[in-house]
């Protein structure tokens, strides 16, 4: 049974709580969004003339007292449902990359909607994802089908959970009736709703963004799954201590909470972060810092104390190639996160900080997250496995190489990588001597040396095809240089 | 402050612990070595017709009571010593690989002592190691001065504390003679002997190994500070379970831990281990897999149920070249066993399975050492960090930039890392577009581009000198081909 890491002391979280709670009484909230400001005051909370609206501990109590304490994923196939934290550590994609590095030249490019078909393919094959956050926008998406031309093909080549950050309340209800097509009706999509909603519900420091707002409360009221994402970057939109963006982000989860349970007390949520500091010397961006992982860390923290799923965009990179850096950004700050009881990671794919995709980085993080779930298997400890009665068998300077429990548990031991070399030098040498991006990139080559038939049956794609007729192919097609 | 992860309860662990004394009763530990029979023998535990000593639960917790709780590494610049527990985490390098990369080649080849002059002055200016351990073998070393013709380069490039695995009681005679005329005499030397000695005293399972057992007794006799690594690789040398390699290492442990308290009770030792499982498609040694850090964490918990400071061989990479694959594999095992309370790192420089030194990976390891460190310092909890007033005077959808706490605070929040790179790509493509690896060498290369002095007084060096006149000249010279 594994005992969470704490960096703050059960006293040091109460003072953070405490902290945020001050905050939103007397700082406050801006509310921009009029329907927004009309579900605050309807509880007898109204906006000042800067449109700042102050919440007392005792809304924001009784709002996190309806949150529950589980969240699911729904997938098309039952078998592929992950509900946190009972199947932690569940591991996602990184999502909504511009570009991605093209995988035959190696550049970089815009992505298109027939890259996130091969895209879902991967995530697919890959068993250390278990939700498939669609990971790049798509620059043949027309604006007034946004969503749904990214949705579209990752629906037709991925089975597990998929998730997608829109941009409006018109592009949830999109994803929704797409979803419903697919099902076959409304009332068989919500049996089964395999698309969670994402968004960025407010603006650090404290602000309600105006459209996801919308977003916001259109998935509570029709009760779609969907979560927010809190994004305070230090010394920019937040206090350049790791404290203070804790303390801030944590009134932003709180402030967000208690607008959900407004709308529909007992809607599912994540406690979701992305909190960042930012690296003063050019003010770059910092998401691989290994501050990220920290502020992941106490964010899990505060997620346990309210008994809320938590999440975090943890593992993400500033490398621009899949190379030590990437490894270390993408190793570390999960695995602080993962320790200190995280439930949910937003890790997979993306170099650049969340500016570009990469197929090869995609099968590594794959890896990296089946390390992950090695680590929460733990020792599985039990009586057999202590093994003292082979231990007495074998004797002092004996082998174990012959014994019937080495055999029966050669699969199971250990974590079995396919992209981690093991051989010695010389073996590696004679098969290619190829580095971990170029192991990662033959599995993608591989993959793609043939076209994909579509996951998706015909009579949904029938129906989807009538209600969009302009949505692109979606097809999984083979790379044409992929040997 | 931090609160430790556990992959085991309480009650788990006390059954590991009692597990391990179970096996010291009732299988016993191999003695060959004539001296430690004798000691053995002092205290009425005699040697079976297999040199097979039992150990009664009542010698191990008398020998445990006098382990001290602390090990301090001497250095011969006072401002470099290092004390555990209190300086956790404190970073040692890798050692003892026979082979490198070439820095100008790029190419595998043999070490040699003036290779370990230039890591040894490498390792002196990165801030993320505290202590050298002295990285690779030497092919031009003489086989009876074998193990001071590697101390000496070290000794005269870095004024950190140095750590040697030694083979032989004559050859810790040896260095413990070379230490004492670098000092100026031996009692100059008892004061603040800076050299720690090294040795794996068991081989797995459970045998007191000859050679190292020799140079235990002689380290404990001459109170010189010291300390053995257990090693057992489940599948070939322990069980393949997690938990049976743990507790077989940790009776290897407390066998060890006895010895060493019978010779000089209250000699500090710190429970230092390697573990690994056999990856066993081959049998290939896979000091790289995640295993190896769970059993680290376990390692630590054990440490910490006995109040003895903790080491592990972390974050070791099975990859040839620094790539993503040694990044993610020498990031995660390491915060995972920092997180699990271990206090000292083995972890820097090494590739292929502790087979390879690289300079490249050095560097970006010394990059690891430091996000080590500071994850270890924590959210620096006050109510100055908290930032309650910065945030109230900022407000909702206000800036921090311009605030005078982030300013001051600019260059103490966050790490500043030399080699992770954190442009965005197009400024990263006209600064050369350097992976991270080409970051490390660039770093490596400009050091090496010219000579530089011995860290070493010219009297010390004269005395060693006259005493060992073939020892190399263990100078640090540029790099030929270096621009």
Same mark, same amino acid.
């Given at each position: 049974?594994?005992?969470?890491?704490?960096?703050?002391?059960?006293?040091?979280?109460?003072?953070?709580?405490?902290?945020?709670?001050?905050?939103?009484?007397?700082?406050?909230?801006?509310?921009?969004?009029?329907?927004?400001?009309?579900?605050?005051? @309807?509880?007898?909370?109204? @906006?000042?003339?800067?449109?700042?609206?102050?919440?007392?501990?005792?809304?924001?109590?009784?709002? %996190?007292?309806?949150?529950?304490?589980?969240?699911?994923?729904?997938?098309?196939?039952?078998?592929?449902?992950?509900?946190?934290?009972?199947?932690?550590?569940?591991?996602?994609?990184?999502?909504?990359?511009?570009?991605? =590095? !093209?995988?035959?030249?190696?550049?970089?490019?815009?992505?298109?909607?027939?890259?996130?078909?091969?895209? @879902?393919?991967?995530?697919?094959?890959?068993?250390?994802? !278990?939700?498939?956050?669609?990971?790049?926008?798509? #620059?043949?998406?027309?604006?007034?089908?946004?969503?749904?031309?990214?949705?579209?093909?990752?629906?037709?080549?991925?089975?597990?959970? =998929?998730?997608?950050?829109?941009?409006?309340?018109?592009?949830?209800?999109?994803?929704?009736?797409?979803?419903?097509?697919?099902?076959?009706?409304?009332?068989?999509?919500?049996?089964?709703?395999?698309?969670?909603?994402?968004?960025?519900?407010?603006?650090?420091?404290?602000?309600?963004?105006?459209?996801?707002?919308?977003?916001?409360?259109?998935?509570?009221?029709?009760?779609?799954?969907?979560?927010?994402?809190?994004?305070?970057?230090?010394?920019?939109?937040?206090?350049?201590?790791?404290?203070?963006?804790?303390?801030?982000?944590?009134?932003?989860?709180? @402030?967000?909470?208690?607008?959900?349970?407004?709308?529909?007390?007992?809607?599912?949520?994540?406690?979701?972060?992305?909190?960042?500091?930012? !690296?003063?010397?050019?003010?770059?961006?910092?998401?691989?810092?290994? #501050?990220?992982?920290?502020?992941?860390?106490?964010?899990?923290?505060?997620?346990?104390?309210?008994?809320?799923?938590?999440?975090?965009?943890?593992?993400?990179?500033?490398?621009?190639?899949?190379?030590?850096?990437?490894?270390?950004?993408?190793?570390?700050?999960?695995?602080?996160?993962?320790?200190?009881?995280?439930? %949910?990671?937003?890790?997979?794919?993306?170099?650049?900080?969340?500016?570009?995709?990469?197929?090869?980085?995609?099968?590594?993080?794959?890896?990296?997250?089946?390390?992950?779930?090695?680590?929460?298997?733990?020792?599985?400890?039990? #009586?057999?496995?202590?093994?003292? !009665?082979?231990?007495?068998?074998?004797?002092?300077?004996?082998?174990?190489?012959?014994?019937?429990?080495?055999?029966?548990?050669?699969?199971?031991?250990?974590?079995?990588?396919?992209?981690?070399?093991?051989?010695?030098?010389?073996?590696?040498?004679?098969?290619?001597?190829?580095?971990?991006?170029?192991?990662?990139?033959?599995?993608?080559?591989?993959?793609?040396?043939?076209?994909?038939?579509?996951?998706?049956?015909?009579?949904?794609?029938?129906?989807?095809?009538?209600?969009?007729?302009?949505?692109?192919?979606?097809?999984?097609?083979?790379?044409?240089?992929?040997?």
């Amino acid at each position: 049974m594994l005992m969470f890491a704490q960096l703050l002391s059960e006293s040091e979280i109460a003072r953070v709580h405490d902290a945020s709670l001050d905050i939103l009484e007397n700082v406050g909230v801006r509310v921009r969004n009029a329907r927004a400001q009309e579900i605050f005051r @309807a509880r007898g909370l109204v @906006a000042d003339e800067s449109e700042n609206i102050k919440l007392p501990p005792a809304i924001v109590a009784d709002a %996190l007292a309806s949150v529950p304490s589980t969240f699911t994923f729904f997938a098309r196939d039952p078998k592929y449902d992950r509900t946190l934290p009972q199947d932690r550590p569940v591991i996602m994609t990184a999502s909504s990359a511009p570009n991605l =590095l !093209d995988p035959v030249t190696g550049r970089e490019r815009r992505a298109y909607s027939d890259d996130i078909a091969r895209i @879902a393919r991967l995530v697919q094959t890959l068993d250390g994802f !278990d939700v498939f956050s669609v990971a790049t926008l798509a #620059e043949d998406a027309p604006l007034e089908r946004f969503s749904i031309t990214r949705l579209y093909p990752a629906l037709k080549n991925c089975l597990k959970p =998929l998730r997608l950050s829109a941009s409006s309340a018109d592009d949830v209800r999109q994803i929704f009736q797409l979803g419903a097509l697919a099902a076959g009706s409304e009332q068989a999509y919500r049996e089964r709703p395999f698309i969670t909603h994402h968004y960025c519900p407010i603006v650090s420091p404290l602000a309600f963004d105006l459209d996801s707002t919308e977003e916001l409360i259109f998935a509570c009221e029709e009760n779609l799954p969907s979560y927010g994402t809190m994004v305070p970057n230090g010394g920019m939109s937040s206090p350049y201590t790791l404290l203070g963006t804790l303390a801030q982000g944590n009134a932003e989860f709180l @402030a967000y909470a208690t607008l959900t349970q407004m709308i529909r007390p007992g809607k599912e949520l994540i406690y979701s972060t992305l909190p960042t500091m930012a !690296d003063l010397r050019r003010g770059n961006y910092a998401p691989g810092s290994i #501050e990220n992982g920290m502020l992941g860390m106490g964010a899990a923290q505060l997620a346990r104390l309210y008994n809320v799923p938590s999440a975090g965009y943890l593992g993400l990179t500033n490398a621009k190639v899949n190379d030590a850096q990437s490894g270390y950004e993408a190793g570390m700050s999960n695995v602080a996160a993962l320790l200190a009881g995280c439930d %949910l990671f937003s890790m997979g794919g993306l170099l650049d900080a969340l500016m570009c995709f990469d197929f090869g980085k995609a099968v590594t993080d794959g890896e990296i997250g089946l390390m992950l779930k090695r680590i929460a298997r733990g020792f599985e400890f039990s #009586e057999e496995n202590l093994s003292l !009665d082979v231990i007495a068998e074998t004797g002092p300077a004996g082998m174990f190489i012959d014994k019937p429990q080495t055999y029966a548990l050669m699969k199971e031991t250990m974590l079995i990588p396919e992209v981690a070399d093991r051989d010695p030098r010389n073996r590696w040498e004679k098969m290619g001597a190829l580095d971990a991006q170029g192991h990662a990139l033959k599995r993608v080559r591989e993959l793609f040396a043939r076209d994909h038939s579509a996951l998706l049956e015909a009579e949904a794609e029938a129906r989807i095809r009538a209600a969009f007729p302009e949505l692109p192919a979606g097809e999984c097609r083979a790379l044409k240089d992929a040997s």
